[in-house]
């Protein structure tokens, strides 16, 4: 029986999603009460907050993590689960607009988050259904042709795990007559995104630190000493670090008109049978395709295909998470018809107007990580390494990305959604007319 669109929260206060179904065991951490001391303050527990924090604890630092929900209550904890190297730009814009030594450098870096989600699952035997390898899949000619660009681009900068495969090569990998062929990224993956998030947590906490969750952040006080306040406690510590990306709202103006939520939904159908999900993925690989609005799909670990695609700008949901997915879905597995729907829930994730991720700094003892545009997975563990190498006194690569000028959206978010709404029109007519 199909399930109803579900905004609300599971029993345990995250998102009524498959993954909060299949969730490893965590505990209910208690909220901030009271005055507490530490060296680094980090607001937020999705995988920015939580990366951060477990590689400055790894360092010896005494870190304390403030989470307004759960952990991975966020995009963190809601996104397709895929696997996918460099950023929502890749790095030939990236020269275009701010210079060979800014592309050299995140290029450098384009590949880094993948191995530390890798070193993460091993280091600290997280289990997260972790399986290898997502495609890139071109709707037509001129997406191939531009999959042949991104090929020779990767490797320009040293990665050289690709595959292209033209024709009806792809069939192979995918059971969908809808494609011209693909990019198979070997290096690539999908896994159970709130598994990890929670995995990382449990290793932070086993090196002493500390999260209080239902613990949102009501002002940052500046100074030598920050302090971050809640509504029953305060944590002072000589660093903070903001991480709450999309659902951290206006507590920070600095940085909200630079930044504009928005919505992904996605669906996951009942289990199929062995051999229908051998037809639809023989390889079990996470699959995305090359429209500016893109699907991705791919199999969890009990053989439900998971499947996502759209954005809503400001972070709004439709009016059914279902009647606007399904569709998308059908498209491509037509066979799929008299399937059940039995999750579907949203998400949002963060924008930047240039669509690469934003980096800096408040003031001299407060830094920010956020914007990753829909490629968060990867971005943001690398973020919590660059974070732990900035607040060690390293800052040539978080610097890298702080130095990216990021303009505010026209008009502020008032006008961004209306704006940007226009112009994802625009470029889903082209990606529908293959120009």
């Known amino acids: 029986m199909t399930q109803p669109d579900v905004a609300s929260t599971h029993r345990d206060g995250h998102a009524r999603s498959l993954y909060a179904a299949t969730m490893n065991p965590a505990p209910d951490r208690p909220a901030l009460a009271g005055h507490h001391s530490v060296d680094v303050c980090v607001v937020g527990a999705g995988f920015t907050g939580i990366s951060s924090a477990l590689h400055l604890a790894e360092q010896g630092f005494r870190v304390a993590v403030l989470e307004a929900q759960r952990v991975g209550f966020g995009a963190s904890g809601r996104n397709g689960g895929q696997i996918v190297n460099s950023y929502s730009r890749d790095m030939d814009m990236i020269e275009a607009r701010f210079g060979e030594a800014a592309a050299q450098a995140l290029g450098d870096m384009a590949f880094e988050g993948n191995r530390i989600i890798r070193e993460r699952i091993e280091r600290y035997a997280i289990r997260c259904d972790l399986k290898n390898g997502n495609l890139f899949a071109a709707c037509n000619d001129k997406q191939l042709a531009a999959l042949r660009h991104h090929q020779k681009l990767w490797e320009k900068y040293g990665h050289r795990e690709l595959e292209l495969l033209e024709g009806d090569a792809y069939q192979r990998e995918i059971g969908s007559s809808r494609y011209k062929g693909a990019l198979l990224d070997h290096s690539g993956g999908h896994l159970h995104p709130l598994n990890l998030v929670l995995g990382q947590a449990a290793a932070f906490e086993s090196l002493g630190g500390v999260i209080f969750e239902h613990s ?193 959206f026209p008009g502020g978010r008032r006008f961004a959604v209306p704006f940007s709404a226009m112009g994802a029109w625009y470029y889903a007519l082209r990606d529908r007319l293959g120009v």
Request: glycine share 10%; net charge neutral.
């Open 216 to 408: 949102p952040m009501t002002r940052l006080e500046h100074g030598e000493r920050v302090r971050i306040h809640t509504a029953h406690g305060v944590i002072e510590a000589e660093r903070a670090v903001i991480a709450g990306n999309a659902y951290l709202g206006d507590i920070v103006p600095e940085l909200a008109d630079r930044s504009m939520p928005c919505g992904t939904q996605v669906i996951a159908t009942e289990v199929l049978d062995e051999a229908t999900a051998k037809r639809l993925l023989p390889t079990d690989r996470a699959v995305e395709d090359s429209n500016y609005l893109l699907d991705y799909y791919r199999l969890s670990a009990e053989r439900r295909l998971i499947y996502g695609g759209g954005v809503t700008y400001g972070g709004r949901d439709p009016a059914s998470i279902e009647g606007a997915i399904r569709p998308k879905l059908l498209k491509t597995f037509p066979e799929l018809k008299k399937v059940s729907i039995d999750y579907a829930w949203s998400g949002n994730f963060l924008m930047t107007l240039n669509r690469l991720p934003q980096f800096g700094r408040l003031n001299h003892n407060v830094y920010y990580a956020q914007g990753y545009s829909g490629h968060g997975v990867t971005s943001s563990h690398l973020a919590g390494r660059l974070v732990g190498e900035i607040i060690k006194g390293e800052s040539a690569r978080f610097d890298a990305f702080a130095d990216i000028r990021h303009l505010p």
